[in-house]
Nanobody
Framework: VQLVESGGGLVQAGGSLRLSCTAS????????MAWFRQAPGKEREFVAA????????NYADSVRGRFTISRDNAKNTVYLQMNSLRTDDTGTYYC??????????????WGQGTQVTVSS
């Protein structure tokens, strides 16, 4: 399974971006999916996850209420809508596929990442 992220870019604080992650292969619709991010000099951290049917989502406290994860299994794509962006949201955002349909944190694959830069 290959995961390809897109949608990153440069945005001013308070703005919005929508990231997309498109997967190849048949396992996408059976797998929970997640977004992580990594800021320069920091460890990669969990952002959000969604179960295989898109009915249950988990969020990091730092993004809850501002970010929304969703998925379209017909398109093999998971999205991350990011609103009210802050400078501390800057980083490389990675898509990840979970082992199994409900989020467990056991990851099977990673994308290559897409850069998000939020300016003040």
């Amino acid at each position: 399974v290959q995961l390809v992220e897109s949608g990153g870019g440069l945005v001013q604080a308070g703005g919005s971006l929508r990231l997309s992650c498109t997967a190849s292969g048949r396992s996408f619709s059976n797998s929970a999916m997640a977004w992580f991010r990594q800021a320069p000099g920091k460890e990669r951290e969990f952002v959000a996850a969604i179960n295989w049917v898109g009915l249950r989502a988990n969020y990091a406290d730092s993004v809850r209420g501002r970010f929304t994860i969703s998925r379209d299994n017909a398109k093999n794509t998971v999205y991350l809508q990011m609103n009210s962006l802050r400078t501390d949201d800057t980083g490389t955002y990675y898509c990840a596929r979970n082992h199994g349909g409900d989020w467990s944190g056991r990851l099977a694959a990673w994308g290559q990442g897409t850069q998000v830069t939020v300016s003040s």
